[in-house]
């Protein structure tokens, strides 16, 4: 069954896009594309949030994502399966620099991950419309 993240982080940015852009670096389709990570994410979004009295220099950003697994499998495979964007975007986010190298330091990101989530690792209701998951419809789709 899929599962929904909604990561409110604060990216090291100037403008919005620059902030989407950031925050959008480890899921990005040339990121995953060809085998670079695991089959488990339907989508991703992210979205600037505006009027959050950001300090200067750092912009808020929602990153929404829906995935396949239980939240921390997911946090884990995602990084293991490609470390590297994850560490470029340590260097963006807020609170992450510490974090690196994050595949040496899981535990701690999968906890920074969840205590900026705000359905605290899924806890929230979540619809699905469908029952299959990434691999599933891949297969069914030749």
């Known amino acids: 069954m899929a599962q929904g993240l909604s990561l409110l982080i604060q990216v ?18 040339e990121e995953t594309a060809g085998g670079a990570g695991p089959n488990i994410l339907h989508y991703v979004w992210a979205v600037p949030v505006p009027g959050r009295n ?12 829906v995935y396949d697994e239980d939240f921390d499998s ?3 495979d995602l990084v293991l399966a ?11 986010i807020v609170g992450l620099k510490d974090l690196k190298p994050v595949e ?3 535990p701690a990101f999968i906890e920074w991950v969840r205590e900026h ?14 029952p299959y998951t990434v691999v599933q419809i891949q297969a069914a789709l030749g």
């Open 12 to 29: 090291y940015a100037d403008s919005m896009e620059e902030a989407v852009a950031g925050a959008m670096g480890p899921l990005s389709a």
């Open 54 to 65: 950001d300090p200067p220099g750092q912009q808020s950003v929602l990153l929404t994502t």
């Open 74 to 76: 997911y946090i884990r």
């Open 82 to 92: 490609n470390p590297t964007p994850f560490n470029n975007a340590a260097d963006l």
């Open 104 to 106: 040496d330091n899981l």
């Open 117 to 130: 989530d705000l359905t605290m690792g899924g806890v929230l209701p979540f619809t699905q419309a469908y």
